[in-house]
C-alpha cells in the first residue's frame, strides 16, 4: 500500500516519523477518516472540513492548502486501486525542537486500508455505559487513551461498545455519535460536548425528509427508557444496539425505525446497489 | 546523540517509529524522565519504579525487565558522555496491527540531552491557574494535550507555568508538583489526583527532618492564602512561586523557608559541590 507523508507517496513499509515528534513525544495531533466506496471517496467535503477545522482548534499549522491536500488525496487512492477502504489523514504537532511546543511545521499522514462495510441489517451490538467526557470535545485528536485502556473491561464485560457519559449526560462512542429512539418515536442523538460525525450530520439531514429526527440534551434516565438505541460512524453506517449494561432493549433485535433509517441511508450512501 | 530504540543503541538522526505505532496513531504511552549529575543518574531507581508502574496502569507490556533496562540506560549514558543531562525512557503502545487495541510488543525510546539545572537561587515565576483534571493521574502518559494547547495562552497571560486544579482543588503543574507554605509555617504539597514526583518525594523524605512538612488536600482558599509558594521537577529542583494569576506574592521574591529547603535540597542533590 502506498502512503503520503508530508509532500512524499513513499511504500507504506518505509514510512515513519522520527522520535521527536510531538505525537510520539506529548500524543498531540489530529486526524479525520473517511471512506471510498466504489473507488470514490463519500462525503470528502466534510470530512476536510473537520480536519481543518479539528486542526485549527488545536493550534496545528496545515501546510497543505485544502486544494493540494485534495490533490493528493485523489491520486493516493487512485494509486493504490482500492474498491472499498478507509482514508485516515493524520496531522501531528511535528518536529518539536524543545520536545513540547508545537513545531513551525507539523507532520501530515494519509494512510489507506482495505475495508469493507458491513450491510448485513440483523446485526447488532451491546454498548458499556462508561463516566467519562473527551478532552476537546469538538476535535478529532489522538488521544484515546481512556478508549483503549478500557479494551480488556469491555471484554469482560462481554460488551462490543462503549457509551460515554458525563456525570449522566450522554455523550458518544469513542469512535462513533449515539441516537436512542424515544416513547414519542422520535430519533435522538446528542447535542453537546460530541465530536459531530460525518454520518451523523447526513442521517439528521436526510433523515428529516421522513422521520422526526433532532440533536437533544440526553441524560442515563433517556436511555433506559429508550424504545431502540443505535450508533454511527464512517465504518459502521448505522448499527443498531440491543443491548446497554448487560440488558436487553425489546425482542433483543433491531428495532423498527432503526431498520427504517438503515434502509433509507444505505440507498443514500450506495445508490440502491 | 545516541539513543536506545528497543534493543539498539543507533544515532539520534536515524531514529524513527513506523507510522503504525500507537503513539502517532492514538496518542497511547508513558514516559519517564530523569537526570544525570557528573554523569550519574539522580534517583534511577525512583524513575524506574515510577516508569514501571506508569506502564502496569496503562496496561503496556515492557519487553525489558529492569535490570535489562538499567543495563541499556547506563551504557547509553557511558557512550554519551555527558556530565549534567535529561534522560527519557519513552513506551508507547507499538506497532497496532488494527490501529486502536495495544500490541503484544510495546516500542521503547531512550534519549538524553544536554541539560544543565538552573541552581540560581533568586530565580522566581508566575502561575497561572486553569481548571483540570489530568487523564489517569498517577501514570506519566503521553497525554500533554491541555499543557501544550495552552502555551499561547500563558505567553498572552505574562505567566511561566500553569497549576491545575479540580474545581478548585489544586493538583500540579503539567511537568512539576506543587507546594506552599501557610500561615503555620507548614510546608504542603497536594495529596491526591497529581502524578507523584520523585523530586516531591525526596522534599517530603529530607524536608520532613528540619521541616513541618506534609501532603494534604489544598484549596484555591489555601492558594489565596499562601505564604510562600513553589514547584518541583527533576528538571527545577525546587523553583519558587511569587506571582498567581498576576498577584505578587509578599515583596515578589523567594520566602525564607522555601530558600531554606533549596539551600537544603541542592546539598542534599549536588552534595554540596
Redesign the interface.
Known sequence: MY?L?NDSIIS?DE?????T?????????IFDFLKTVGGKPVFLEDHLDRFYSSADQ??LPVKLKRNELTDLLLILIDKNNLADSGV?I?L??GYSPD????ASESNI?V?QQDFVINRDFEKSIGLMTYDYQR??ASAK?????????L??VLKEKGADDILYHDNGMLRECPRANFFLVNDKDEILTSKSNILKGVTRKHILKFGSQKFKIDERELTMDDLRHAKEVFISSTTKNILPVTKIDGRVLGDGTPGPLTRALMKEFDTYVYGGK
Chains 1, 2 share one sequence.
Open positions: 502512503v507523508v507504506e514510512a515513519a516519523l522520527k522520535i515528534d510531538l505525537s510520539i513525544q506529548r500524543g498531540y495531533g488545536m493550534r485516515r493524520t501531528t504537532g520536545g513540547f511546543n508545537i499522514i494512510t478532552q476537546f485528536t489522538l488521544d484515546y487513551l481512556k478508549a483503549i485502556w479494551q480488556p
